[in-house]
């Protein structure tokens, strides 16, 4: 499950907790992906490289926000497999066959995509997230807020986590004196669900 996260990283002496809203991260999310140039449809070629350094597969990423992301990858033996995904939906196929316990490769780019704020919102339920919903989380040794609700795991775990940081960090509020905010340019490391279900991504710091 995916939610999005802001950090507030408290500095040295006191300071008054900031709660962002819901609608302003959300906002704030939207903004950040149009400027990105993100919420529009995108083609992008896709190297798959081993953790010896070697080649596994190639291929595209057909990312249109109106439709299911589409991963077509030719794997190194020659055969084909497809992802797709839309919402909380993930399948893979190999030559046509149904795949059951393939990799999700595919992060949820309906709302890395989201342009507007009631499309940040509907992507948000697409995950079974709330987008209503702030609920506090851990970001390292760092309390965040986490958009669209918290998973029920360990509280040390992060909960739901942004598969990018430029939407996660960015908390449409201002912080108040004495507070300051974290992003990091680290990629985000894979996390799954207590239920075995792919969980977006876990965030590195």
């Known amino acids: 499950m995916l939610g999005v996260l802001a950090v507030l990283v408290a500095a040295p002496g006191p ?51 109106a439709r299911p992301s589409r991963l077509q990858l030719t794997l190194a033996d020659g ?4 992802h797709e995904r839309s919402g909380e939906r993930y399948t893979v196929t190999r030559d046509g066959v149904p795949v059951e316990r ?11 995509q989201a342009g507007s704020e009631a499309e940040v919102a509907a992507a948000l339920v697409a995950l079974g ?6 609920d506090l989380g851990m970001e390292g040794n760092a309390d965040c807020w986490v958009l669209g609700g918290r998973d029920p795991g360990p509280f040390d ?4 986590c942004a598969s990018t940081r430029q939407a996660a960090c960015a908390s449409a509020s201002e912080p108040r004196p004495g ?12 996390s799954r669900r207590r239920d075995g279900r792919a969980g977006g991504s876990r965030c590195a710091t």
Do not use: C
Not at 39 to 50: F, K, N, T, Y
Not at 102 to 108: D, E, G, I, R, V
Not at 157 to 160: A, L, P, S, T, Y
Not at 179 to 190: A, D, G, K, V, Y
């Open 157 to 160: 775990h992060n909960g739901r």
């Open 179 to 190: 507070t300051r905010r974290r992003s990091s340019s680290r990629p985000p490391t894979p």
């Open 15 to 65: 300071a008054a907790a900031v709660i962002p809203s819901a609608e302003s991260v959300r906002r704030e999310i939207a903004r950040t992906n149009r400027q990105a140039g993100r919420s529009q449809p995108l083609v992008l070629e896709v190297a798959v490289i081993g953790e010896a350094g070697e080649p596994v597969a190639s291929g595209r990423a057909i990312l249109d926000p």
């Open 102 to 112: 393939a990799m999700p490769l595919l992060p949820p780019f309906a709302l890395l």
């Open 129 to 134: 997230g709330e987008p209503e919903r702030v």
């Open 79 to 82: 055969r084909h497999e497809l």
